[in-house]
């Protein structure tokens, strides 16, 4: 194996994966460290799971066990794959589980990239920018769980780990691999051990992915990932470009399951809603105990057969604060995410073989709730719509009733995304390599 990757949500896990088999690279997303061990004779390996705001010893005890499996699987380098908005707390985590994959790894240093090019989201000196704007006055300063209030990356890291914190900024990262390999060490006779790379499109990506593609650990965006490929095959680890395998059409009901309050999410669901039935549920009775998922799959029953539905659990920032606040932030979360997960289940007993799920936390609830925690990944094509196929024997039960997901990240993709990815299942869909992908407005 040539990578292991491990991702802090399931969207990211299977952005990741999607971007490596759209380069030609073979790629299991697996959702645990138990299900990683059937990896066959994949090139790379992503282990996606809910660890972004889990409590900090439980993400570390995650990475820790998914990286020993990648690791005796003799994956060459592990990546850390994180939000490109760097989602996170002054508590973590991804401070804590950088801690952990450099202890495994025997890591000295290693650099930190979220920049995504496809949604302009880079990194100058240090700063997150998110289109033209910092990302502290974008909408992520809204978030619920996560609100990034802070641009400075340097600044966001430091306050999550007991590592010192460093930059690469973006005249190193301009200049190519040499240059940055000239900073690293200065960095490093500094006593720094981590840092940020500045990066705004894909050439300094690329300087960045030939610098550090021989390092044990790196960490960064999907962008970052996919300038890999092309320099393994310069290096003799990869065979010729492999053409991704073909990706059926998968004919039954449509379902989006939204849990995502960001901003973009529920701007897509009122798109949606012009055209297809809706579903608010009512967080606060199924908290209370009241039969909410029962009364959710009566009112799929009369429209499932007719034409997609979508069920949310998705509000403003101002109610879910209010909920917050009477129920507690973990719990609240837990409730949505058991809500939508059994409802998941339910639709699937009726039928539903198409499903779109917004929201990383949620992603992962509502695939634990379908038994599924491998899957075969269709090739990137176009930001935040990666397609996989489920491939767990326990929730699949023949090749010609396949169950396909889109998971979708909360804060990305066209407003008309849900009908683009819900066609793209009935129909396949065409390919876009990530590393040269035209670029999206933010």
């Known amino acids: 194996m040539i990578l292991g990757g491990l991702a802090d949500d399931l969207t990211g896990g299977l952005e990741l994966a999607a971007m490596l088999v759209a380069e030609g690279v073979s790629t299991l997303l697996a959702t645990s460290a138990s299900a990683a061990k059937a990896i066959g004779n994949a090139d790379a390996v992503v282990i996606a799971q809910k660890t972004r705001i889990a409590p900090a010893p439980e993400a570390r005890a995650l990475f820790e066990a998914g990286a020993s499996v990648l690791r005796a699987a003799g994956a060459r380098q592990l990546f850390f794959k994180y939000c490109a908005t760097f989602d996170s707390t002054d508590t973590g985590n991804i401070g804590p589980c950088i801690e952990v994959l450099m202890a495994q ?18 990194v100058f000196q240090g700063h997150l920018f998110v289109g033209d704007r910092l990302v502290s006055e974008s909408p992520k300063k809204d978030d619920p769980v996560t609100p990034m209030t802070d641009p400075d990356l340097v600044r966001v890291l430091q306050r999550q780990t007991t590592q010192r914190v460093g930059l ?11 240059a940055i390999a000239q900073r690293v060490a200065m960095l490093r006779s ?5 840092a940020i790379a500045d990066a705004a499109d894909h050439q300094d990506l690329a300087h960045l992915a030939e610098a550090t593609v021989h390092w044990p650990l790196m960490t960064g965006g999907s962008s970052l990932a996919a300038h890999y490929p092309a320099l393994w095959r310069q290096l003799g680890w990869l065979d010729s470009r492999r053409a991704p395998d073909d990706f059926p059409p998968v004919r039954g009901h449509g379902v989006v399951l939204v849990g995502s309050c960001a901003e973009q999410t529920r701007r897509q669901l009122d798109v ?8 608010a549920l ?5 908290v209370r105990g009241d039969d909410v998922v029962g009364a959710a799959l009566a ?10 539905i979508a069920v949310s659990t998705s509000d403003t920032p101002a109610n ?8 507690g932030v973990a719990r609240l979360a837990a409730s949505a995410e058991d809500l939508l997960g059994r409802i998941a ?9 198409r499903f779109l799920i917004a929201g990383g936390e949620t992603s992962g609830a509502v695939l634990a709730h379908l038994g599924i925690d491998r899957l075969q990944v269709g090739p990137f094509a176009g930001p935040s719509l990666p397609l996989a196929l489920d491939v767990t024997s326990t929730s699949t039960n023949s090749s010609s009733d396949p169950l396909v997901v889109c998971l979708k990240s909360g804060k990305l993709a066209g407003l008309d995304a849900f009908e683009v990815a819900l066609d793209r299942m009935a129909s396949g869909g065409s390919v876009v390599s990530a590393a040269t992908a035209e670029e999206q407005p933010a």
């Open 105 to 122: 790894t025997g890591s000295e240093f290693t650099a930190c990239c979220p920049t995504f090019p496809e949604y302009q989201r880079a």
């Open 168 to 178: 690469i900024s973006h005249l190193d990262v301009r200049a190519g691999a040499t």
């Open 190 to 194: 500094e006593g720094i051990d981590c």
């Open 272 to 279: 949606f809603a012009r055209s297809h039935p809706v579903l």
């Open 282 to 286: 009512d967080l606060k009775a199924h």
């Open 299 to 308: 009112w799929a029953d009369a429209r499932l057969s007719v034409e997609p």
């Open 320 to 327: 879910v604060a209010l909920l917050q606040a009477e129920f």
């Open 345 to 353: 289940s339910g639709l699937r007993a009726r039928g539903a073989r």
